[in-house]
C-alpha cells in the first residue's frame, strides 16, 4: 500500500509543560479512511494540528507522498492539498457563510475587490453538490452551532484537498447530517481521497474507518484493521478497562413536579412558529428524555426554560412559581442548574482559568466570598475537589481553560453544573465530545442526580444516551411532542425513528 503520510517520532510540550505528543509514529496509507481515537486529552488534536502546520514539534518528522515536509502554517498545508476540519470552530464569526467559504482564496472583481455575487454562487453550489444545506448570506455567529459546523466541513471540502482531516466533525450534526457526511467521505475515497477522522463516537468509527489508530497519554497504542476491533475491543484499549452500555435502572420512587411547563408556543422574529403548545412535567427522582432530531425546536424550548428566550404563549412553573419575567440568573437560582449545548458559546469563558469558570455563578455568596471579596484559598480548594472528581485532565486550577482538550473542557462544565445547588438540571448534550470511559462516569453522576431526587431534563442527540438513562421519553418534532413513552425499557432506538421523522405520531401526545 502507497503510503500519503507518514508520521516519525513526533515529541509535542507545549509551553506550558504539558507532553501531547510522545514518539508517535504513525502511517497513513493512501486512499483510506483512517481512525484516530483516544481518551480526552489524548493528544489527537495536538497531533492533528502538528500534520496541518499549526504547531510545531520539538522533534520528529512529517512524510508525505514519500518527501520531508515543514510546515509552518496551515497556509503551507493547503497549498500542498492538506485539508482540516476543526473541533472548535475556526470560521470568521462577523463574516457571512459566502465569506467564508472563499476566505483566503476570494474570487475578485478588478483585481481588489471581492465578487459577492460570485462567492454567493460559488457557495451555493458546493452546498448542492455535497448535500448540504446551509444560509449563504448570514453572519456565522448568528448562525447554531449545527449549521456552523455544516460550512466548516464544506469549506474544507470545497478546497479539494487530497489529504483530508476531520477532527471531530459530527458533534453537532444530526443523524441524516451524519449519513450524507459519511457518504461523501466514501465518495472521496473512491476518487483516491485519503481521509483522517477522529470521533469518540465507537460506532461511527467502526462504520466509516478502514484502518484505526488508539492514542493514549499522549503515546500511540496500537494501530490495527479496523475489521480486526469491535467496539468493545476500541473502547477497552482507550481506557483500559470494560465500559458499561446497559441501561440503568428506573428510580424506585418519585416524587411530586419539580419543573411544569405549560402550553409553550413560541413564534420567532421570521414569524415562523418554532414551538407549537409543548406541555410536560418532571418529577423529584425523574429523568425526563427528550428524543428528537436537532433543530426540531429543542433549542428555543431549553432557552425559554433557563430565561434566554421569552416564550410568545404558556408558562413555566419551578416547583409551583411562575418563571414569567424572571432573569436567568434569578431562574438558577430559584434552583436550575443548565449543562448548554454548545460548551464554547454559552458554557464557558475560555480566556479564563479553571477556578474562575468554577465559581462564575456562585462567586456572590458564601463561603466564596465574605463581604464583597473572593476568598480565592476556598476558591481553588474547591477546584481542585471538582478536577479530581471528574478527571479533568489539567496542569492546575488555575489553568486557561483554552489550553485543555475538547473533551476536557466539557467536563469543566459538568462539573460546575452538578456542583451547583439545584433541584432541576437541564442537561443538553452532557456527554458531547466526551470519550466513552467518561462518559460512563456522567451517565454514573446523572444517576446519582436522579436518585438525590433531583428532577433531569436530558436533552440528546444520541439515542442510546437517551435510552440508556431517561425513566420516561418523550419526541418532538416540528416543535411539537408527538409522543410520549413510559414504559423505556420496552423501547429501542429504531421505535423512536419514525416519530423523530414526523411519520408517526401519538393520538394522546402530551400537549
Ligand atoms: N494550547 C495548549 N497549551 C497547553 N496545553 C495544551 C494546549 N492544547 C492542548 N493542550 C494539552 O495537551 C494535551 C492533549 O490535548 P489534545 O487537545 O491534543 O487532546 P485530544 O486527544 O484532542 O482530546 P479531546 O478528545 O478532548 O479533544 C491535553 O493535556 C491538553 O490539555
Ligand atoms: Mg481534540
Given at each position: 500500500m502507497e503510503k500519503i503520510l507518514e508520521v516519525k517520532g513526533i515529541l509535542k510540550i507545549y509551553p506550558n509543560g504539558v507532553i501531547a505528543n510522545k514518539d508517535v509514529s504513525v502511517d497513513i496509507e493512501k486512499n483510506t479512511i483512517h481512525a484516530i481515537v483516544g481518551e480526552n486529552g489524548a493528544g489527537k488534536t495536538t497531533l492533528m494540528k502538528v500534520i496541518f502546520g499549526i504547531t510545531q514539534p520539538q522533534e520528529g518528522e512529517v512524510f508525505y507522498k514519500g518527501e520531508k515536509i515543514n510546515l509552518k502554517s496551515p497556509h503551507d498545508a493547503i497549498e500542498i492539498g492538506i485539508g482540516m476540519v476543526h473541533q472548535h470552530l475556526m470560521l470568521a464569526p462577523d463574516l457571512t457563510t459566502a465569506e467564508n467559504m472563499v476566505l483566503g482564496i476570494e474570487p475578485l472583481r478588478g483585481k481588489i475587490f471581492l465578487n459577492i455575487d460570485k462567492a454567493f454562487e460559488v457557495t451555493k453550489k458546493v452546498s448542492q453538490d455535497y448535500g448540504f444545506d446551509i444560509p449563504i448570506d448570514k453572519k456565522i455567529k448568528d448562525l447554531p452551532i449545527g449549521i456552523r459546523q455544516r460550512v466548516e466541513i464544506l469549506k474544507a471540502l470545497f478546497r479539494n484537498a487530497?489529504?483530508?482531516?476531520?477532527?471531530?466533525?459530527?458533534?453537532f450534526l444530526t443523524p441524516q447530517e451524519i449519513d450524507v457526511l459519511f457518504n461523501t467521505l466514501k465518495d472521496l475515497k473512491n476518487?483516491?481521497?485519503?481521509?483522517?477522522?477522529?470521533?469518540?463516537?465507537?460506532?461511527?468509527?467502526?462504520?466509516?474507518?478502514?484502518?484505526?489508530?488508539?492514542?493514549?497519554?499522549?503515546?500511540?497504542?496500537?494501530?490495527?484493521?479496523a475489521s480486526e476491533l469491535t467496539e468493545h475491543d476500541i473502547a477497552y484499549?482507550?481506557?483500559?478497562?470494560?465500559?458499561?452500555?446497559?441501561?440503568?435502572?428506573?428510580?424506585?420512587?418519585?416524587?411530586?413536579?419539580?419543573?411544569?411547563v405549560q402550553n409553550i408556543s413560541y413564534i420567532n422574529d421570521e414569524n415562523v412558529k418554532l414551538l407549537n403548545n409543548v406541555s410536560f412535567d418532571i418529577r423529584e427522582s425523574e429523568i425526563l428524555g427528550l428524543a428528537g432530531v436537532e433543530g426540531n425546536g429543542q433549542s428555543e424550548l431549553i432557552k425559554i426554560i433557563t430565561?434566554?428566550?421569552?416564550?410568545?404563549?404558556?408558562?413555566?412553573?419551578?416547583?409551583?412559581?411562575?418563571?414569567?419575567?424572571?432573569?436567568?440568573?434569578?431562574?438558577?437560582?430559584?434552583?436550575?442548574?443548565?449543562?448548554?449545548?454548545?460548551?464554547?458559546?454559552?458554557g464557558v469563558a475560555d480566556k479564563t482559568s479553571l477556578e474562575e469558570n468554577f465559581i462564575v455563578d456562585r462567586y456572590y455568596k458564601s463561603p466564596f466570598s465574605k463581604i464583597f471579596r473572593l476568598i480565592w484559598k476556598y476558591i481553588t480548594n474547591h477546584s481542585r475537589k471538582l478536577i479530581e472528581q471528574f478527571k479533568i485532565l489539567t496542569l492546575s486550577s488555575k489553568t486557561t481553560v483554552s489550553s485543555l482538550s475538547g473533551g476536557n473542557i466539557q467536563k469543566v462544565v459538568v462539573a460546575r453544573e452538578l456542583s451547583s445547588e439545584h433541584e432541576i438540571l437541564i442537561a443538553a448534550q452532557p456527554t458531547r465530545g466526551i470519550d466513552v470511559g467518561s462518559e460512563e462516569h456522567v451517565h454514573n453522576l446523572l444517576k446519582n442526580t436522579r436518585d438525590a431526587g433531583k428532577a433531569i431534563f436530558l436533552i440528546s442527540a444520541d439515542l442510546d444516551e437517551i435510552l440508556k438513562l431517561s425513566t420516561r421519553i418523550i419526541v418532538i418534532y416540528n416543535g411539537e411532542i408527538v409522543a410520549e413513552f413510559t414504559d423505556v425499557p420496552k423501547i429501542s432506538g429504531k421505535y423512536l425513528g419514525p416519530y423523530m421523522l414526523g411519520v408517526k405520531k401519538q393520538e394522546a401526545a402530551v400537549g
Open positions: 487530497e489529504l483530508l482531516i476531520l477532527d471531530e466533525p459530527t458533534t476518487h483516491g481521497k485519503t481521509i483522517i477522522f477522529i470521533s469518540h463516537k465507537l460506532k461511527e468509527v467502526k462504520q466509516i474507518a478502514d484502518r484505526i489508530t488508539v492514542m493514549s497519554d499522549a503515546k500511540i497504542v496500537t494501530t490495527k484493521e484499549l482507550m481506557v483500559g478497562r470494560d465500559i458499561s452500555f446497559e441501561r440503568i435502572s428506573p428510580p424506585e420512587k418519585m416524587g411530586k413536579p419539580l419543573l411544569s430565561g434566554l428566550l421569552k416564550a410568545s404563549e404558556g408558562n413555566i412553573y419551578i416547583k409551583g412559581e411562575s418563571i414569567k419575567g424572571l432573569s436567568p440568573r434569578v431562574i438558577r437560582e430559584m434552583g436550575i442548574a443548565h449543562i448548554p449545548e454548545d460548551r464554547m458559546g454559552y
